[in-house]
């Protein structure tokens, strides 16, 4: 699909969602796809209006947790007295359709992006330490270094090693990256923050730069250098620091969940639902005829929801 591969190019990581069975009348079909960002926007076709908000919220946990997952979706009754293999979760719905979809949801997480700044023997041995893991790397020399270059989930290693340390640390603060690392002793980490704090850089920013960057591993190499830095960031990256879906910029605050009255499916109360006002209170509907069934008659389920 051409937007996975567009979310690939940009770094974004996100799921794939691909129906594996289904039930008549369901209106997805086996071998349908539908991409879910972490932000709950979903691309594609799985199903009607009753699976989607299901399957974006699974999603959203297969993402978090980084493990794929296979999911039944149907009535009460299409899981009575069924064989329901190990692993697979079961999630009922209430809602007007009798079809039901099996659908196995994927997270296609993205590499992380490393930008290495300098030129040097351990520069070039970090790079290649960077791709043999399958992570993506490239090597800018410190005057080509620009703010557009930098994502937000990129990690930028400042490894000019004394030759415009702090211009290369100036441009990656400005890009606001997941993670920036200057190859220098203490003493010269702690200089260079000196130096641009005093040019205004706030402590809030300069607290974000890891200097010395690298497990301590005593005295090394400079070859040896880039193992310490690589070895610094997959354990990072193993902490899930350098995870989007969990990044605390990026927190995903989770829509609050209601009843639509008229079919009895759960819904997020999102102005996609078809919000409708009555009586002061705002109901949410899972489709257009759970709306004008409402907008007909609202007493009639309102009431039934207070007998509830």
């Not at 899981?79 to 809602?95: K, Y």
Request: some cysteine.
């Amino acid at each position: 699909m051409e937007f996975a591969m567009e979310l690939a190019r940009t770094g974004q990581s996100y799921a794939l969602a691909t129906v594996v069975w289904r039930k008549p009348p369901s209106s997805g079909q086996p071998g349908s796809k539908a991409v879910i960002t972490s932000d709950g926007q979903l691309h594609g076709w799985i199903g009607g209006a009753c699976a989607e908000p299901v399957v974006i919220r699974e999603a959203k946990r297969v993402l978090a947790a980084g493990k794929s997952a296979l999911i039944w979706l149907g009535q009460e009754g299409d899981f009575e007295g069924m064989h329901v293999p190990p692993g697979v979760m079961t999630i009922p719905m209430s809602c007007q359709s009798e079809g039901a979809l099996q659908l196995y949801i994927e997270p296609v997480l993205v590499a992380p992006e490393v930008l290495i700044v300098g030129r040097s023997p351990m520069v070039t041995t970090l790079l290649e330490l960077v791709r043999g893991v399958g992570w993506r790397g490239e090597i800018i020399e410190g005057p080509d270094f620009q703010p557009h270059m930098v994502g937000s989930a990129s990690i930028v290693i400042v490894g000019t090693q004394g030759h415009g340390d702090e211009e290369a640390l100036e441009t990656a603060m400005k890009a606001d990256p997941a993670f920036i690392g200057l190859v220098a002793s203490a003493k010269r980490g702690d200089a260079v923050r000196g130096y641009l704090a005093e040019k205004g850089i706030s402590a809030e920013k300069l607290s974000h730069v890891k200097a010395p960057v690298g497990i301590d591993l005593g005295h090394t190499t400079h070859r040896e250098i880039a193992v310490s830095i690589l070895g610094e960031l997959v354990q990072r990256r193993a902490a899930g620091e350098f995870s989007q879906e969990l990044s605390s910029s990026s927190v995903i605050v989770e829509p609050e969940k209601v009843l639509d009255l008229v079919c009895g499916m759960t819904v997020e109360a999102v102005p996609a639902n078809r919000p409708l006002e009555h009586e002061g209170i705002t109901y949410y509907f899972c489709a257009p005829g759970c709306r004008v069934a409402f907008e007909k008659d609202p007493e009639s389920f309102t009431k039934q929801e207070a007998r509830c």
